[in-house]
């Protein structure tokens, strides 16, 4: 079974930086897509940037270029951990942040972090 666990969420000034980790574990393998996504109060999910476990990565427009997706993974492939550098960050960056992991077809969530970015 694939269990997912986001860290990394807090409070943040308007401008200040985090970094998001989305821990994998449960037999992950070889061929999978990870992704960042969030909700905000009142509005739906949305994506925010996926990368494959070949590295190729894709970005919501809100995101290009002050966000950075990265992950590592295990030589065993049983476990991988991907992270999201938030940067530059804006009070409408506010949101639960939620990891997925899609594998063969399948999608898996993880409970969330959340981020508020407030003065």
């Known amino acids: 079974q694939v269990h997912l666990e986001e860290s990394g969420g807090g409070l943040v000034q308007p401008g200040g930086s985090l970094r998001l980790s989305c821990a994998a574990s449960?037999?992950?393998?070889?061929?999978?897509?990870m992704g960042w996504y969030r909700q905000a109060p009142g509005k739906q999910r949305e994506l925010v940037a996926t990368?494959?476990?070949?590295?190729?990565?894709?970005?919501?427009?809100t995101a290009k270029g002050r966000f950075t997706i990265s992950r590592d993974s295990a030589k065993d492939n049983r476990n991988n951990t991907a992270y999201l550098q938030l940067n530059a960050l804006k009070p409408e960056d506010t949101a639960v942040y939620y990891c997925?992991?899609?594998?063969?077809?399948?999608?898996?969530w993880g409970p969330g972090t959340q981020v508020t970015v407030s003065s």
């Open positions: 990368i494959t476990a070949g590295g190729s990565i894709t970005y919501a427009d």
């Open positions: 997925k992991i899609t594998i063969r077809g399948y999608d898996y």
């Open positions: 449960g037999g992950v393998g070889s061929i999978y897509i």
